[in-house]
């Protein structure tokens, strides 16, 4: 579908948005699950993109800048798949080939991101300068350049898709035969395994992999929605930090050797 | 100078709402130096009055600074604490100020990363996706309004704490609270990865193990129903016995999976990307592998 002037300006204040905050990463316009509802929002496609930003949203879950490491690149990832499904006009039916574009595209994103990172460490220099003269308007206004190039770096592409039109979008989009479609959507369930496996790295520790275990087999039983797993994690966490501590001062007094079950058949 | 400086609660709001842009002029020399800087203007212009202090509290700023983004707070808000002090004439020199701000970065960074990118975001993010991936507008609506509530309030209430308690605070940090809720937070995010991967990374092997001919009587015989809205109720009836539709048992790889748990293949595939990320495989050589995987093994028949 073709998009009006104003949504055209609406989609790219959005882009901007979503690649503050990519640097950023407070508001989290550049979350999937928040940019692509916003942009099927103002082109009248909401129901595609909103189900878009959730797939999306569970392939980044775990996608999170650590330290100087730099994650897969969620804004322009989510900006440019929803833009393209909007102009395709291939509703629900598109979303797996927009993940499919996606995912290569929060590639770029990540090597736009780094120029920029790059470009900033020169706008530093400029603040240094500026610090020695007791210049504060001067900082701020290089410290407000750098975020305008972090909106820019997304803003500027997704005004290229646009510029470039429905036709050729739909077109390669059409052209893709249903062997690679499907085959992509496959490969889209299991590339969740990477976010998670990132944060789990992070993580794991001997303590905490029982709670995995325990994570794993309660999700087996569909009945239990997602809030109601939080509810009871939240729970056994609370009564693991109650029982550590109760161990913890028990120690040294009446024989308490710390394993329970070992005390009972002691006493017998 | 008789009149003691203070930071007024205006500063301190307007301070807490830059701190939101600390990470802008994010970069590989010194990180978030010009955020912290441009975090600390208000009270630079409040305390020191003079071109030389202040040009003297803009450069100290603009030493090297890099924690997570939220838990930047409390460390502003003790900064805050000693810049007043020294601003109305305590000794405190510039190493006092910028070994507290490195020295508090760290481990708050190592609070900051599991309570807020492993814990609350994946868990608030899964279920939001979750209802959007139905189509529920809720689902957006509550993770940009959850998010930002308990962000800005944590920012908030984190920013007042380090700037009443200010220098102490190191001591307040080493109690036994924080120490509960980076570990709460930790079981609690295992936790509910362990329910994500099982319900959300999908891996189906569809190849056929067997395929067993039913007795009569098992299915239901589609030719021998009675017309009409009669056959469909007959139909129904049967099926809600537990007939079955068609008149072979057909058993694919993944049903003899599923026997054992449901969601093995995921676990496994989750296992394997973890060996690999230590590997230091990139991550995004092992997405752009799965997709081509994706695609191979679909081809081939076996997904």
Known sequence: MDLTIIQIILVIIIAFLAGME?????????????ACTLIGLVTGNLGPSLILGGTLQMIALGWANIGAAVAPDAALASVASAIILVLSGQGEAGVSSAIAIAVPLAVAGLLLTIIVRTIATGLVHLMDAAAKEGKIRTIEFWHIIAIIMQGLRIAIPAALIIAIGARPVRNLLESMPTWLTDGLAIGGGMVVAVGYAMVINMMATKEVWPFFAIGFVLATITEITLMGLGIIGVSLAFIYLALSKQGGSGNGGNGNTGDPIGDIIDSY | MDQEMKLTKRDRISIWWRSTFIQGSWNYERMQNGGWAFSMIPAIKRLYKTKEDRSAALQRHLEFFNTHPYVASPVLGVTLALEEERANGAPVDNTAIQGVKVGMMGPL??????????????ILGALAASLAMSGNILGPILYFVLWNLIRMGFMWYSQELGYKAGSKITEDLSGGM?????????????????????????VTFTPTVSEVELNEGAYIDWSSLPAGTEGVKTALQQYDNGRSLTDTNVTTLQDNLDSLIPGLGGLA????????????????????????VGIVFHVLGIM
């Open chain 2, 269 to 292: 595939l989750t296992l394997l990307c973890m060996w690999l990320l230590r590997k230091k495989v990139s991550p995004i050589v092992m997405i752009l592998g799965l997709f081509i």
């Open chain 2, 178 to 202: 924080l120490k509960d809720i980076t570990k709460g937070a930790s079981l609690l995010g295992m936790f509910i990865l362990g329910a994500l991967v099982n319900r959300w990374v999908s």
């Open chain 1, 22 to 34: 990519g640097i950023l990463d407070e508001f989290h316009f550049h979350q999937p699950i928040i």
């Open chain 2, 109 to 122: 960074a190592g609070i900051g990363d599991p309570m807020f990118w492993f814990t609350l975001k994946p």
